[in-house]
Nanobody, 116 residues
């Protein structure tokens, strides 16, 4: 069955960097678009970044993270990444990877806390 496992979260100071990973299994990873979402306390879950399966389509980003976050994928490792630079306190949230395959699949999430 489909499994998505996030890792790489933690506590970082403002201006710092983190790289999140999402390891996928149970489906043909290279055939599907993948997404990163985040949910801050008391707020709705929001889409952060999308990476498509085809090489011709550029990733898309929420305006709030453009120029700071970069999504990538390694199809040989069935893994998606989110490189987060210049982190701000407002980036504090639980980050989830997401797959749509005849329904929504979510990982368990990884906590990112940006604080001095």
């Amino acid at each position: 069955q489909v499994q998505l496992v996030e890792s790489g979260g933690g506590l970082v100071q403002p201006g710092g960097s983190l790289r999140l990973s999402c390891e996928a299994s149970g489906f043909t990873f290279s055939d599907y678009a993948m997404k990163w979402y985040r949910q801050a306390p008391g707020k709705q879950r929001e889409l952060v970044a999308t990476i498509f399966s085809g090489r011709g389509l550029r990733p898309s980003y929420a305006d709030s993270v453009k120029g700071r976050f970069t999504v990538s994928r390694d199809n040989a490792k069935n893994t998606m990444y989110l490189q987060m630079n210049s982190l701000k306190p407002e980036d504090t949230a639980i980050y989830y990877c997401n797959l749509w395959l005849d329904g929504n699949y979510w990982g368990q999430g990884t906590q990112v806390t940006v604080s001095s």
